[in-house]
């Protein structure tokens, strides 16, 4: 079955450090990867894309990779800031009209 | 340009009752997706509507339907309430025509089923 993973539900970290999240899948040839970002009571915004001939993409202080040969995309949040605390969502497309996210995982940066 | 719109943001209803949520794409967006996030589900797909046309629906029972009008504006509409109908519901608006591009997510509506 399809199954998109996220590392760990919660991570803490102290300000200024990075920050690195795991987005694993089974099952799923994407065509690409999205990351998104929730605060609590929210809709999902959204972050950064990369495509499957992507290895690397670059937002300000995000950093995705995506590797399709191990199915695994990782998220990284360099030079964290007490307002990046949020639960970052990894999403792919499974098949036509529909993405697929992940459970997330919750980042709390420590000032 | 405005963002994504669903309206009511919250809302109370009991068990077996009926309700109807609604969600205003952004402009010239003519693809609209319908989500259920719930703390132990996450965010799960329901369904997905382009040019008034259903697409693609997730695995929910028939309780939960959508339609999609001219304008591009979408209601789904869930009927015989039950206590696990509880969640936030998101709308999400999509430039593309694929429904798998980038999705912009309104506020949501916050249901509780008592």
């Known amino acids: 079955s399809q199954k998109i993973e996220q590392n760990s539900e919660a991570l803490n970290i102290q300000e200024g450090k990075t920050a690195t999240l795991t987005c694993n899948y089974t099952?799923?040839?994407?065509?690409?990867l999205q990351w998104y970002r929730q605060d609590p009571g929210r809709g999902p915004v959204f972050l950064l894309l990369?495509?499957?001939?992507?290895k690397e993409k670059r937002k300000e202080r995000l950093k995705v990779t995506f590797d399709t040969t191990l199915k695994q995309s990782l998220f990284h949040i360099t030079a964290s800031q007490p307002a990046d605390s949020a639960t970052y969502l990894c999403?792919?497309?499974?098949?036509?009209?529909?993405?697929?996210f992940g459970a997330g995982t919750t980042v709390t940066v420590r000032a | 340009k405005a963002g994504v719109t669903q309206t009511p943001r919250y809302l109370i209803k009991t068990r077996g009752q009926q309700v109807t949520l609604s969600c205003s794409p952004i402009?010239?967006?003519?693809?609209v997706s319908w989500y259920q996030q719930t703390p132990g589900q996450g965010l799960q797909f329901l369904f997905e509507?382009?040019?008034?046309?259903?697409?693609n629906k997730g695995n929910f029972p028939g309780r939960f339907s959508g339609r999609q009008f001219s304008n591009s504006r979408s209601e789904m509409n869930v009927s015989t309430l039950e206590l696990g109908d509880s969640a936030l519901y998101l709308c999400?608006?999509?430039?593309?025509?694929?429904?798998?591009?980038?999705?912009?997510f309104g506020p949501g509506t916050r249901l509780l089923v008592l």
């Open positions: 990369i495509r499957e001939n992507e």
């Open positions: 509507y382009f040019s008034e046309t259903q697409r």
């Open positions: 402009s010239g967006h003519r693809s």
């Open positions: 999400a608006s999509i430039r593309g025509t694929s429904g798998r591009e980038t999705q912009y």
């Open positions: 999403a792919l497309n499974s098949n036509d009209y529909k993405l697929s």
């Open positions: 099952n799923y040839s994407p065509a690409y």
